[in-house]
C-alpha cells in the first residue's frame, strides 16, 4: 500500500472533493495554496455548484473527472464522506485526505461513522489519511493541499518531514520552525488516523532523498510496531527520527486518550523502546526543533565529551550545570590545548571548560576560530557549544567566522546566540549550522547529538525485529517451579539450582544434589506467597535440618493452607547475599513482548526506578536499561558490597528476551530477587505466568 | 551606607571619568546613551584632553568639577583606578562604578589590586560598583550609565528590578526582555563585586514604588545573609524575587568560581535555604523571565490546580503531564463547571482537564470569554493556561477577549500563544498579561504563580531571621552521649531515653529506670563506631541480659579497642522500628547553621536524597522539606509501615534548628537513624560535636 502514500505525497493530480472559490474557507484554501505556490500537477476542483474557479474548470462530481487523480482531498460533511469515498474508489483514486471532521472526536455516533468509512475504503481499495485532519504538504513539489494556518504563507521545503496527530499543534510547529529559518519538506497531519497511520507516512517520506530528518508529534500509539519499523528503516538508513510523544503522566495520558480515542501504553516502556531503538525522544516543540536544528546539518558526536566555549563565564557555567544534570562529560581540556588556548585567548579569559575568550574576538576574529578549533582538536571533546550574544553590528563578520570554523573542524558544534541578529541566525541555519537562542537548550541540542551519536553505535547490530502477537490469552496459570527453571535455564536465564522432592526424606537426600547449604519451599500451584504459610526455610546445613524442615513445614502448611495441592518440596541452592536486583518480563498490550529490570527494594518499591526494552534486546540495549536506572550508583558498589557486573546482568538480560521470543506460551516472568555481583547473577526466586490452554 | 546606592540608582548629578567623544567606544557609550535618552540630571565628562564634548563642558579633572557628584563613572585603565577613587573620595563623591578590568579575573596581581582598590575606598568614605562591570541603568530616570550592547536602543523601563553578577549574560537577558515588551526598570550589572552587592542594589531598588519585581543573576554567593535580607524584605513587601544561580554541578560550580572568584555553597543547601524565605529559583534565562512576565501583572495562585484551556487536544496532554511532571495538580472540573461549560464549547470539544474549546472561538469569541470564566469559577482550579496559536488574522479580536476575560475572573492565568502575531503579544505584556510562546513553558510559569502563593503562605510566620557569627572553630570535640542527651532533650529534640552506669552491675540496675528491653553501647570519646568494636548490645529484656551483655561487651572492647577510655555503659530504651530517616545540623562556611533531613537507607546513601533549611525555621518550612525528598512516598508508609506523623517530624526538625541558634558550641549534630512512625518520632543514636576550647 505505499503507492497509495506516495501518491498522496507526490501526486501528480489533485482532485478537491467540495471545492470553493473562497480563499479564506476551509474548502477553498488548498486550491487557493496549490495555485499560489505553483503546484505544476492537474488541479481538479470538484462541486456542482461551479462551472469554474480561478480559470480552472471545476467539474459536477466525481464521475465526471477526465481521469483518476492520484489524491483526493475530501472537503464535504461528515455525512457525505462514505458516499464520496465510495465514488473516489470506484474511480480509482488510491488516496483521500478528508478534511471533514464530526467523527470519533464526537463521540459513539461519530466513532460509528468511522467504522463505516473505513470498511467502505477498504471495500473500494482507498486508502484515507484523517478524517478530521488539515492536510499535508510537499513543500517540494508545491503541494500545499492543506487549511492550515501554517500555509497562509508560501511554505519552505527543507530536509526535514514532519508528521503530526495533531493539527493545530502541528501548525504551531511547523510556524515556529519557519521563524528559525527551517524548511521542511513534508508536514502531514494524520488527524483522527483510522487508516493511514504516521509511521507510515514518514516511512515513506524517509525514502525521499531530499529529507534527511524525521520527526514525529504523537498523541496515541496504537501499533508500536509500526513504530519500530520506522525506527529501524531511519536508522538503517542514517537519517535521525525525534519523536515527541505526549501522555507521560496520568492527566497528560487521559487528555491524549479522550482525544484520539488510542492508547498510548506505560510512558516508561514506551521511554525504554524508543531508546532502544534509537528515536531521540523530545520532551516538548522547542525541543522538538532545537533537535531538528542539529540533526540537519551537523554529524553526530562520536563520545560523551561536551567543550563549552564562552564569551559570560556565567552562561559557560550554566551550560555545565546543564550538561552535567544531563548526564553528559565536561572533560578539562588537555595541557597541550591548554596552551593552544592560552596562545589566542586574551589573559583575562579561562582556559579551563568553560573556555572564556572574552568579548576580545570581535577585535580579533581569529580569538574565536582558533579556540573553538583548538578545543574540538581535543581528544577529550566531542562537541562543542559556542555562546555568545547581540553583536548586531557585527553580523557578516561572525557569519564569516563560523563558516571558517565550519570548514576547519571535523566534530560538531552548535552555536548558542542569544539575541542574534536575525540575519545571521538565518544565514547560519541556511548553511546547516544550528543556532539555539537559549543557553540550556543549546546544551540539550548538543546532547542531541550524543544521544544520536550513541544511539548509532548501540544500534549497529541490532537483532532483526520480531514482530509480536498482540492477542491476550483469555487465562493465564502459574507454571510448576521445576518446570519453569528447567525452561529458564534452557533458555540461559541464570537461575541457583533446584530439584524437587516429594517426601521430607527424599527432601534430605535430594538436598545433596543440590549442595549445602539450602533453601526449602513449598511446591503447591495454589501457594502464592510461600513465606505467609510458613512455606519457606532458609539456610539449611544439612540432611537433618532439611528433613526436620520439611516434616515441620508440611505440618504447619496443612494447618495455614489446608485445601492447597501439595506438589512436594522444592530445594534450592542457597546463593550468597549480593545486590539484590529485579528482573521481569511481560507482554504488554500496546508494545508485546517488554523486559524489565530494577534495583530491589525501595528503589523499585518507592521510586518505581525500574527500566523497559523490548525484545530481541541486544548486550548494548541492556546495559543502557542499567545506565537508565536512578540508583544506578548501587551497581559500583555501596555499603560494602562489589561492584557489580554489568554485563553479566546485561546478558540475563538478553536472555529473557530470547526467552519470551521462544516461549509465546510464557505471559509473564518475575525474576524476584536476582542476586547479582562481581562474579555474575543469579535468580533466586521466579514466577512465572503460562496461558492456561484447555485441556486436550 | 544606602544612601550610596541610592545616589548611584538615581543620581543627581554623574561624572564620567576618562570620558570620550566617541560613541562607539566603551568610556564614549555611557555619555553618549544618557544624553540620547535625555537623562535630566548634570553631566561631568573628564578627561584633560578635551574642552568639551558634544556641547558640555568636560574637565580636566576630578578636583575642578563644579560639585561632588552623585555617582561617578570611572572609565579609566586599572592601573588609574587607585588615584582616582582617591581623588573621588576626597572631592566627597559617595559611590563610584567602575567599568576598568584587570583586577581579580587577571589572577593574584589583579586580586591585590582589588584589595588595593577596596581598602583605598574605605579610607575615602566612597562605595564601588564593580570593577569590571558595565555599568548600570535607571530606566526611569534615563540613567542609561553603561557600556552595555543593550543600551544601543534606548531602554524601555518597567517594573523590573535586575541585578546581575554577569554583564554578557545580564545584557543577554535584558535584550530578549526588550524583545518580550517587558521593561526593566533598573539593570545593574555588579561585576567583580568587590564592594557593593547584588543583594544591596536590589533591597535599594525595591524601595522605589515602581518596582514590583526583582530579578537576580547569581554565581557566587558569599553573603548568604544578604541574600537572605533581601528575600525577607521582598517577602514582606509582597514583591516577588526571582533568582537564577549557576554551579548547580561541579562543572558548572568549578566555573563559576574560577570566573567570580567567591564561593556558592552547595547548591542543595542553597535551594532549600532560597525555598525557605521564598525565592523563586529560575533554571535558567528564558525560565527567568517567563517568570519575570508571569509575576509582573498577575496575582499569586491559592492553590496548587491548573485549569488548562486549549485549541489543540495535543498541546493540552502536553501541558497537563508537565504540570504533574511538576508536582502541580490538573483536577478534573466540577460536574456545574462541566455543565456550563458544555452550554458554550462545541460539541467535539473536551469537558475535562484540558478543556479543548476547539478552534471555533475564532467564530464565536464568547466560547473562549466564557470557557475561561467558568473554568477559574471551579473550586479546584486556582489558575488556568489559555493556549493557541497563530490567529494573525485575528490579533485585535484576541486582545479585546483577553482584555475581557481580564475584567470578569479574579485568579490569575497564563496565555500560551505559540507564534503569535507580534502586536497581540506585545499588547498583552503592556496589559500586564502574561504570554508565554512555548506550551510547557507556560505551565511552569503559572506553576511559577503557584509557587509563590505557597511561598506567601509560608513565610507569613517566618521566625525573625538571626544573623550568624560563620568562623569556623579551630577544631572540635564529640560531646558525650549523656550530655548531648541533655542538651538535646532540653532543647525539646525527641530522643529516646538513656542513662549511663559505671560498672555491668550498676548497668543492670540502671537499666530498670530506663525500662526494658534496653540497648547497652559502650561509652567512649574515643570509640566513634561501636559497633564494630563490639561495642553495641540491642534487645536485652532483663537485667540478667544486661549484666552479662555489659561483661562480654567489656572484655570485648578492651581486645577490640585497648587504648580508649571507657566512661562506663549507655543504657537506652528500644524504640519500636519505624520509617528511618536522618536528622543533621551543620555550621555551613557560607550560609550559617543548616538543619538537614533524609530518610535512612539508600535513598540516602545512594540517591543523597536530602533537603536543608537554615535556622530558624518554621514548622512550614520543615514540611516544605519533607516535600522536598524524591522518597517521599515512603513517609505515607510503604511495605506494611504505618504512614509516618509528618508534623511530628517537622517539629523535631524546628527544634534542631532552635537548638543550634541556642548552642553556638554545637557545631554539628547527627540524629541517625531516627525512627519516624505514626506517633512521632525519636533519635536512636546522635553524634554531637562541639568546639574544643582551651582547657582553662
Known amino acids: 500500500m505505499t503507492n497509495a502514500i506516495q501518491s498522496m505525497l507526490n501526486p501528480a493530480s489533485v482532485a478537491i472533493i467540495g471545492a470553493s472559490p473562497d480563499a479564506n474557507k476551509l474548502n477553498g484554501r488548498p486550491f487557493h495554496f496549490m495555485r499560489r505556490d505553483g503546484y505544476a500537477g492537474r488541479l481538479y476542483p470538484v462541486n456542482p455548484r461551479y462551472e469554474e474557479i480561478d480559470g480552472v474548470r471545476c467539474y459536477p462530481d466525481i464521475d465526471s473527472l477526465p481521469e483518476a487523480p492520484d489524491m483526493a482531498i475530501v472537503a464535504v460533511s461528515a455525512a457525505r464522506t462514505v458516499e464520496t469515498v465510495t465514488a473516489l474508489g470506484k474511480k480509482g483514486v488510491p488516496v483521500a485526505v478528508i478534511f471533514s471532521s464530526g467523527f470519533g472526536e464526537m463521540g459513539p455516533e461519530g466513532k460509528a461513522l468511522e467504522t463505516e468509512l473505513l470498511e467502505t475504503a477498504r471495500a473500494h481499495g482507498i486508502r484515507i489519511c484523517g478524517p478530521n485532519n488539515l492536510g499535508l504538504i510537499n513543500g517540494f513539489e508545491h503541494v500545499t493541499a492543506t487549511f492550515s494556518q501554517y500555509a497562509d504563507t508560501p511554505p519552505q521545503p527543507g530536509p526535514v518531514a514532519f508528521a503530526s496527530q495533531s493539527g493545530a499543534f502541528g501548525t504551531g510547529i511547523t510556524s515556529m520552525a519557519r521563524s528559525r529559518g527551517i524548511g521542511f519538506g513534508y508536514f502531514v497531519n494524520t488527524g483522527n488516523q483510522i487508516d493511514i497511520s504516521l509511521m507510515e507516512v514518514l516511512e515513506v517520506a524517509l525514502e525521499d532523498d531530499r529529507i534527511t530528518v524525521a520527526a514525529a508529534y504523537l498523541e496515541g500509539l496504537s501499533d508500536a510496531d509500526a513504530l519500530i519499523r520506522l525506527a529501524d528503516k531511519a536508522m538503517a538508513m542514517g537519517k535521525p527520527l525525534i519523536v515527541a510523544k505526549v501522555g507521560r503522566k496520568g492527566a497528560g495520558a487521559r487528555a491524549a486518550a479522550s482525544h484520539t480515542g488510542s492508547l498510548a501504553g506505560e510512558d516508561e516502556v514506551f521511554d525504554g523502546i524508543a531508546r532502544q531503538h534509537g528515536i531521540i525522544r523530545a520532551r516538548n516543540e522547542e525541543h522538538m526543533l532545537d533537535l531538528v536544528a542539529a540533526f540537519i546539518g551537523t554529524d553526530a558526536a562520536k563520545g560523551r565529551g561536551i567543550g563549552i566555549l564562552t564569551q559570560s563565564g556565567g552562561a559557560g557555567a550554566l551550560m555545565a550545570d546543564r550538561a552535567e544534570e544531563l548526564g553528559y562529560e565536561v572533560p578539562l581540556p588537555s595541557d597541550e590545548t591548554k596552551s593552544k588556548l592560552a596562545e589566542v585567548i586574551p589573559a583575562f579569559g579561562a582556559l579551563g571548560n568553560p573556555v572564556d575568550i572574552t568579548g576580545q574576538f570581535l577585535a580579533e576574529p581569529k580569538i574565536l576560530k582558533d579556540s573553538v578549533a583548538h578545543l574540538l582538536d581535543d581528544p577529550a571533546i566531542d562537541v562543542a557549544v559556542v555562546w555568545l550574544q547581540l553583536m548586531h553590528g557585527y553580523s557578516d563578520l561572525l557569519v564569516d567566522v563560523f563558516r571558517d570554523i565550519r570548514s576547519r573542524v571535523t566534530k560538531p558544534f552548535v552555536v548558542c546566540w542569544i539575541e542574534p541578529p536575525e540575519r545571521a541566525r538565518l544565514a547560519l541555519t541556511e548553511m546547516g549550522i544550528c543556532v539555539i537562542s537559549a543557553t540550556e537548550r543549546a546544551v540539550e541540542a548538543a546532547g542531541g547529538l550524543i544521544d544520536l551519536g550513541e544511539a548509532r553505535e548501540r544500534c549497529q547490530n541490532r537483532p532483526a525485529f520480531v514482530a509480536t502477537d498482540l492477542t491476550q490469552p483469555e487465562s493465564t496459570r502459574p507454571v510448576a517451579a521445576v518446570e519453569a527453571h528447567a525452561l529458564l535455564t534452557a533458555g540461559g536465564v541464570p537461575l541457583v539450582s533446584c530439584a524437587l522432592a516429594a517426601t521430607p526424606e527424599e527432601a534430605a537426600k535430594t538436598a545433596e544434589t543440590v549442595g549445602y547449604p539450602v533453601a526449602l519451599k513449598i511446591e ?164 512465572m505466568m503460562a496461558e492456561a490452554k484447555e485441556q486436550g
Request: negative net charge; glycine residues 10%; proline residues 5%.
Open 524 to 687: 503447591s500451584p495454589d501457594i502464592q506467597h510461600k513465606f505467609d504459610v510458613g512455606g519457606v526455610a532458609l539456610g539449611l546445613a544439612d540432611a537433618d535440618a532439611v528433613q526436620t524442615a520439611a516434616e515441620q513445614m508440611l505440618a504447619q502448611v496443612s494447618g495455614t493452607a489446608p485445601d492447597a495441592q501439595i506438589d512436594g518440596f522444592l530445594l534450592q541452592q542457597m546463593a550468597p547475599t549480593a545486590t539484590e536486583m529485579v528482573i521481569g518480563m511481560r507482554r504488554d498490550p500496546v508494545f508485546g513482548p517488554v523486559v524489565m529490570v530494577g534495583l530491589g527494594g525501595v528503589l523499585i518499591e518507592v521510586l518505581k526506578d525500574v527500566a523497559f526494552a523490548r525484545a530481541p534486546l541486544s548486550e548494548a540495549d541492556a546495559l543502557l536499561m542499567l545506565d537508565r536506572l536512578r540508583g544506578r550508583a548501587m551497581l559500583d558498589g555501596v555499603r560494602g558490597q562489589s561492584a557489580v557486573d554489568r554485563v553479566a546482568v546485561a546478558r540475563a538480560l538478553v536472555a529473557v528476551g530470547e526467552f519470551a521470543l521462544a516461549n509465546p506460551q510464557v505471559q509473564e516472568l518475575d525474576l524476584n530477587p536476582v542476586f547479582a555481583g562481581a562474579d555474575g547473577v543469579v535468580a533466586v526466586d521466579w514466577l
